[in-house]
Each structure stands twice: as C-alpha cells, then as structure tokens.
C-alpha cells in the first residue's frame, strides 16, 4: 500500500508519538525532512507547529506537544478519505482478560487498541466519541459469558441514550488465535474489528426507558 501521510519533521519527541501512533493502525507513511520534496502520492504531511512554515503541500497538520497523536492521526485519516465527520462510527469490543477494541469509521478501521478494564473501555469509548464527530454512534460487544454483562452496565450507564448498544456472538472471531498465539492483544483488536462488521441483538437500554 502506497503512503499517503507523510511524516516531515527533525523533533524526536513529535516523530516518536506520531510514527507510534501511525504504526499502531497499520497505517503507511513516509519519514521526511520539513524542507524535502513531498511525493506526488502524499496527500497528508504531519509536521510540527514551529516547522510547518517550511512544508510546501496544500494539507499540512501540525503536532502541538500537548494534542494527544491519535487525534492528528484522525484528522489526517480523515482528509485522505475526503471528509470532516464520519456518518457512522462503530466500536467493537472483545471482551476477555485482555479487551479488544477497534473503532470503524463508515466501515473503514480508523483505530484499534487494548484495554485490561471494563472501566478503561468506558472512558476510552467517551474519548473515541469525542474526538470523531458523527450523527450515528454503535457499539457492538462481544458475548463473552464472563466479562459482557458488567461491561454492557457500565456502557448503559455511561453512554448518551442516543447510542445504540449491541451485543454480538463471538463465533469465529477467534480464528486468528494460531497466528497470533505470542501476540494477545493484536488477536484481541482484530476479533474486535469482526464484532464491528457483524450484526448484533439490541441492548435494552435503560436510559432509554
């Protein structure tokens, strides 16, 4: 896959956060000089607020040292796909020892991270939310028969009522457990992406009783 964001910056520290973050998602990139060149396939060029001057390209974010680097890297996935909000963002959930999440903007994987508390899921879900602007907002949880019920509570209470909660069966979720046997939270964010795309039973939401 061809880089379409280019990273163009001499800060260690804004590289270090930002390639991080890039790398997380599977997300291509070019590491580069503020004053290089931009290829023709860079659509993106993240840089920093005091270098930004030097980048000659029409789309240039600028990392600030307190902007967390997940939400540049939204802005920049964002502009590449041509929009400023998402119609519909769902979150996926694994849930297990280790909680799989993965975040999909119109169908296309936007973010995936792990969590080792239903209490983490909440607040990372509320963050999630918050930094992707959307009219419809899901939430689709795995039905492990240990984990699901507290979680599904503590979503219910802290979710607006406009979001919908689903619950979805995990069957076949796990087939990546072979080739990622050493590598559990990686196994846990894919089978969450899974639970994303599925269709699942609506939660009766209290709140919206």
């Given at each position: 896959?061809?880089?379409?964001?280019?990273?163009?910056?001499?800060?260690?520290?804004a590289?270090?956060?930002?390639?991080?973050?890039l790398?997380s998602?599977?997300l291509a990139f070019?590491?580069?000089?503020?004053?290089?060149?931009m290829?023709?396939?860079i659509?993106?060029v993240?840089?920093?607020?005091?270098?930004?001057?030097?980048?000659?390209?029409?789309?240039?974010?600028?990392?600030?040292?307190?902007?967390?680097?997940?939400?540049?890297?939204?802005?920049?996935?964002?502009?590449?796909?041509?929009?400023?909000?998402?119609?519909?963002?769902?979150?996926g959930?694994?849930?297990?020892e280790?909680?799989?999440?993965?975040?999909?903007?119109d169908?296309?994987?936007?973010?995936?991270?792990?969590?080792s508390s239903?209490e983490?899921?909440?607040?990372?879900?509320?963050?999630?939310f918050?930094?992707?602007?959307?009219s419809?907002n899901?939430?689709k949880?795995?039905?492990?028969?240990?984990y699901?019920?507290e979680?599904l509570?503590?979503?219910?209470?802290?979710?607006?009522?406009n979001?919908?909660?689903?619950?979805?069966?995990?069957?076949g979720?796990?087939?990546?457990?072979r080739?990622?046997?050493?590598?559990?939270?990686i196994?846990d964010?894919?089978?969450?992406?899974?639970i994303?795309?599925?269709?699942g039973?609506?939660?009766?939401?209290?709140?919206?009783?």
């Open positions: 896959m061809k880089a379409k964001i280019a990273v163009a910056t001499v800060s260690g520290k590289y270090y956060k930002l390639v991080n973050e790398k998602r599977g070019l590491s580069l000089k503020p004053w290089d060149s290829p023709l396939d659509e993106v993240i840089t920093t607020e005091k270098e930004h001057n030097l980048v000659k390209h029409p789309k240039v974010l600028f990392y600030e040292d307190n902007v967390d680097s997940a939400i540049i890297i939204d802005e920049a996935v964002r502009l590449i796909q041509g929009k400023k909000n998402y119609e519909r963002v769902v979150v959930i694994d849930p297990g280790t909680f799989g999440v993965a975040i999909l903007g169908g296309n994987v936007i973010e995936t991270f792990s969590c239903s983490e899921i909440v607040k990372a879900i509320l963050q999630a918050g930094k992707t602007p959307t419809i899901v939430v949880v795995g039905d492990a028969p240990i699901t019920k979680l509570h503590l979503l219910d209470d802290a979710l607006p009522e979001v919908t909660i689903e619950v979805v069966s995990e069957a979720t796990s087939h990546f457990a080739d990622t046997t050493h590598r559990r939270g196994r964010m894919m089978s969450a992406a899974l994303a795309g599925r269709k039973q609506f939660y009766s939401r209290r709140k919206g009783r």
